[in-house]
T-cell receptor, first 119, second 117 residues
Framework: DTAVSQTPKYLVTQMGNDKSIKCEQN?????MYWYKQDSKKFLKIMFS???????INETVPNRFSPKSPDKAHLNLHINSLELGDSAVYFC??????????????????FGPGTRLTVL | KNQVEQSPQSLIILEGKNCTLQ??????????LRWYKQDTGRGPVSLTI?????NTKSNGRYTATLDADTKQSSLHITASQLSDSASYIC????????????????FGTGTLLAVQP
């Protein structure tokens, strides 16, 4: 059973296009995240949602818009794609600390990643 | 500024040998420190997690240490195996100011380990 899944795994598109990446978790977690991993393998958080509410919104261009239809899904829509958007995007989820408590209860579980290539 | 720095950037060792990876951080207020393993083409997977009161934590052949005073951590891998080849990422977290629903994680740049036969 896949805990955190993302689609598509690979996405190749032209500059200026609009694309979406979907993420789903079946762990019953309340919090979901989007991370961007650049060519130097540095992981940087983009967004975090807790129970469908936006919690973390780092300095990300407003061309990136997350959407959470329910707490099991957090999709990432990207408008007007640019060359610099090429990266691997990881979705992750964790429990709500207020509910779970305890060390490690908020361990993040990552999806397999989506490799986006903008030509 | 909250930062996590790791060294070395990359490391090559022979199968069966031990190695130690380093992590220095300036994150404050500190909540906990984690080590993640990321296989090529996969998402990171948690190996260990420690609070400021813990000095060491083991997970099989992986042993993490933490010195909260000097803000340093290390990950020691014993009797390395080919499957240990991966990127190892040090992650330091602190609670955000909205009721503690989520820890904000600061990721290091990782150490790329290659274990050769």
């Amino acid at each position: 059973d896949t805990a955190v899944s993302q689609t598509p795994k690979y996405l190749v598109t032209q500059m200026g296009n609009d694309k979406s990446i979907k993420c789903e978790q079946n762990l019953g977690h309340d919090t979901m995240y989007w991370y961007k991993q650049d060519s130097k393998k540095f992981l940087k958080i983009m967004f975090s949602y807790n129970n469908k509410e936006l919690i973390i919104n780092e300095t990300v261009p407003n061309r990136f818009s997350p959407k959470s239809p329910d707490k099991a899904h957090l999709n990432l829509h990207i408008n007007s794609l640019e060359l610099g958007d090429s990266a691997v995007y990881f979705c992750a989820s964790s429990q709500d600390l207020k509910v779970a408590g305890g060390l490690g209860a908020d361990t993040q579980y990552f999806g397999p990643g989506t490799r986006l290539t903008v030509l | 500024k909250n930062q996590v720095e790791q060294s070395p950037q990359s490391l090559i060792i022979l199968e069966g040998k031990n190695c130690t990876l380093q992590c220095n951080y300036t994150v404050s207020p500190f909540s906990n420190l984690r080590w993640y393993k990321q296989d090529t083409g996969r998402g990171p997977v948690s190996l260990t997690i420690m609070t400021f009161s813990e000095n060491t934590k083991s997970n099989g052949r992986y042993t993490a240490t933490l010195d909260a005073d000097t803000k340093q951590s290390s990950l020691h891998i014993t009797a390395s195996q080919l499957s240990d080849s991966a990127s190892y990422i040090c992650v330091v977290s602190f609670n955000m100011n909205y009721g503690g629903a989520t820890n904000k994680l600061i990721f290091g740049t990782g150490t790329l380990l290659a274990v050769q036969p």
